[in-house]
């Protein structure tokens, strides 16, 4: 699904430049409230427990675009 460039731009998102030089990075880890709604919101984060002990989201909203969108 993400070799689709413009579904991975969407997940492009900003973290500090201690976690990403580059200020950005793909988030492809994501998770939605509920099982019964596809239109319910999602959240896309960044997990860096391992490194620094912190998970970054970085996106909190409407579906992005796949293949059911």
Do not use: C
């Not at 969407?10 to 793909?26: A, K, M, S």
């Not at 239109?39 to 997990?47: C, E, K, S, T, V």
């Amino acid at each position: 699904m993400l070799n689709n460039s413009k579904w991975r731009q969407e997940r492009v998102l900003p973290v500090p430049l201690d976690v990403e030089p580059d200020g950005e990075l793909l988030m492809e880890a994501h998770f939605k409230p509920t099982w019964r709604d596809s239109f319910a919101p999602r959240m896309y984060y960044w997990d860096d427990v391992a490194r620094s002990g912190k998970v970054y989201v970085g996106y909190i909203g409407r579906h992005l675009t796949n293949t059911q969108t």
